[in-house]
């Protein structure tokens, strides 16, 4: 059974922020919860809208977050782990060098996911986890699976987004990003027909029909992206193009 868990983050007294909703849905956890092996239980949570299932059982608890969510993050894991489960953490904090994180769960994720985390699934089954699970290179981000978009409360989110990648990582290397830092100064695409299917499935899975993409640099490359537009129009979806520093 595993437990991924986007946190929240904290107030300036010291109190967990939460809400009755959120604004826009991140693809992160519904990207890696697709990553697991089709037999294992996957549950995923959002720490602003939910309580943490901490007395609940499970194997293994997963936490991805940003840099203003880390004390909360910390917190999350720290009680787990007194609970004598294990804990995996991951994201931009985590892969951008907190010397600090490895005091607070198990093992640590850096970097892109694709290879590590099923890596770091097959370890524990075998009993031998390791502290740091890092690929060497970046992926080639071909076959990636559709995210488990139906392990979300659709409802929470206002806006009726479905989180789509195209492209990964930036051409440019600009010193106040942290994009090329993560994943290299490579600009990587996937196969355009492979990110349509994606759409088509994804769509039919959540009945949703606003696109959001969730590039670092939807267009730095203006042929391909107009491409990408061509295929999609026929869809008859509505769209939007974010530069996000993180999914």
Known sequence: KILLIQPSRLKE???????????????????????????????????????????????????????????????????????????????????LGASEVLDHCDSIVIGE??????????DFEAGKMKKVYQSVEGHELKGLPVPRYDLMMLDKYKIPNLPVQTTRGCPWNCNYCEVTQVYGGKYRFRPIDEVIEEIILAVKLTQRKLLYFVDDNFAANHTRAKSLMEKIMPLKIKWTALCTMSI
């Open 113 to 122: 996911a694709e290879n590590s985390w099923p890596e770091l699934l097959r």
């Open 13 to 95: 007294d010291g109190t967990v922020y939460r809400h009755k909703f959120r604004w826009l849905m991140g693809m992160t956890l519904p990207y890696l919860a697709a990553l697991c092996n089709s037999k294992d239980e996957v549950t995923i949570v959002d720490d602003c809208l939910q309580e943490i299932p901490y007395s609940q059982k499970w194997d293994i608890v997963g936490i991805t977050f940003m840099s203003h969510q880390a004390y909360r993050a910390y917190q999350i894991a720290d009680e787990f782990r007194k609970r004598g489960v294990k804990v995996v953490m991951g994201g931009f904090h985590v892969s």
